[in-house]
């Protein structure tokens, strides 16, 4: 008999069946890298990002299911403790999938923007004494009330080493942003800061996994980007009920403490 796990959305089991409909699918799957070093943008792509924010492990899950169907996605790893995990990026990273940094430098730094700067490069210096990183992605912290974008008002990403950030890099006008924040793939109306604007995008009706495997198999839309936080892919139910209660209490517009992040 199947488990309850089989009956919920937002499990690696779901996100494995989402996979098998992408490769199945017309859109070929770049990383951020790829996309941007490409000469031509023509044709049905698809660009598969996770930030990863909590715990490394759930991203190795994804990654694996990824490998395991030839999908090569962009993994954006915070600096942090239980995130930053050289053992288990390093695996993630053989199976050919981008390793870049989600930076939340001036949050660390409560929007000081020279030392967020300093603080930028010396996180981006230690990922890459491992890595070759070519992008970076922000952290959007809904508990703090900085945007980490904004140090891009000071200075280059070229001045980096760096060639992208999805947040600039990616015209949202013709790439379908869709997002699992808020554990939905309907643009979310809270407080969320992940969001990008999208004006001449229509709007689509995109709210569990299943309809977003319609999506694609049905491919309408030339250019997609999904944003996912392997977080909440659970594949046992204690994890998958931890997060799910996390994500309820951020859309009901409460203040997570940070005891609930330790869980
Ligand atoms: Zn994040």
């Given at each position: ?8 959305d ?7 069946r989402?996979?098998?409909?992408i ?7 770049l ?16 660009i ?44 993630i990273?053989?199976?050919g999938?981008?390793?870049?940094y ?9 929007g000081?923007?020279?030392?967020a700067?300093?603080l930028?490069?010396?996180?981006l ?13 922000m ?11 904004k ?33 939905t793939w ?7 800061k ?11 009706q ?7 495997i ?18 909440r892919?659970?594949?046992?139910l ?11 209490a ?14």
């Amino acid at each position: 008999m199947p488990g309850l796990l089989s009956y919920l959305d937002f499990t690696l089991e779901q996100y494995a069946r989402l996979c098998r409909a992408i490769k199945g699918s017309k859109y070929q799957v770049l990383t951020m890298r790829e996309l941007l070093e490409c000469s031509s943008q023509d044709g049905h792509l698809l660009i598969m990002r996770h930030d990863v924010d909590e715990d490394a492990r759930n991203a190795l899950d994804m990654a694996r299911v990824e490998h395991d169907l030839g999908i090569r996605a962009t993994y954006y790893f915070r600096v942090r403790k239980r995130v930053f995990v050289p053992a288990i990026i390093d695996e993630i990273a053989l199976y050919g999938h981008e390793i870049g940094y989600h930076y939340e430098t001036l949050d660390k730094t409560r929007g000081k923007t020279r030392r967020a700067l300093s603080l930028f490069a010396a996180e981006l210096a230690m990922l890459r004494e491992r890595y070759e990183i070519k992008t970076a992605c922000m952290h959007g912290n809904p508990l703090t009330k900085y945007d980490n974008k904004k140090i891009w008002e000071n200075c280059e990403l070229g001045h980096f080493d760096l060639i992208g950030e999805p947040y600039l890099s990616l015209d949202y006008n013709q790439f379908l942003y869709l997002s699992d924040s808020g554990r939905t793939w309907l643009r979310n109306k809270n407080k969320i800061k992940d969001r990008v604007s999208s004006i001449n995008m229509p709007p689509v009706q995109v709210k569990h996994t299943g309809d977003l495997i319609e999506l694609i198999t049905g491919g309408g839309f030339e250019k997609i980007c999904i944003l996912t936080h392997p977080k909440r892919w659970s594949k046992n139910l204690i994890n998958y009920l931890t997060y799910y209660f996390i994500d309820l209490a951020y859309n009901a517009g409460k203040k997570v403490t940070r005891v609930m992040f330790l869980l």
